[in-house]
């Protein structure tokens, strides 16, 4: 089994900055790509950022130049730096690792999401 966990959310006023973790752990083999969603409410869930084993990222459009993720391999993190947050950055941001289990199961494992509110 394979847990996913989110930290570092929370409120922040526009033009601020946090930084999101994400770790997976347990019966791991290897991850494959590593990334980040949001939702927010009324919105279906959308693609942020996505970072592969190799480092190679790619970003939404209304990202890019404000966020950073990057990863450490050795941990199995995955980090969201955010800068320059506006209001409509507030959502639940979701982590996933794209997971080859030691059983040689491969899916997409989930964290519970952590709330990014921005407001003045």
């Known amino acids: 089994q394979v847990h996913v966990v989110e930290s570092g959310g929370g409120l922040v006023q526009p033009g601020g900055s946090l930084r999101l973790s994400c770790a997976a752990s347990g019966s791991i083999f290897s991850i494959n790509n590593m990334g980040w969603y949001r939702q927010a409410p009324g919105k279906n869930r959308e693609l942020v950022a996505v970072i592969t084993t190799g480092a190679s990222t790619n970003y939404a459009d209304s990202v890019k130049g404000r966020f950073t993720i990057s990863r450490d391999n050795a941990k199995n993190t995955v980090y969201l730096q955010m800068n320059s947050l506006k209001f409509e950055d507030t959502a639940v941001y979701y982590c996933?690792?794209?997971?080859?289990?030691?059983?040689?199961?491969?899916?997409?494992?989930w964290g519970q999401g952590t709330q990014v509110t921005v407001s003045s």
């Open positions: 996933y690792a794209d997971v080859l289990t030691d059983s040689l199961h491969r899916y997409d494992a």
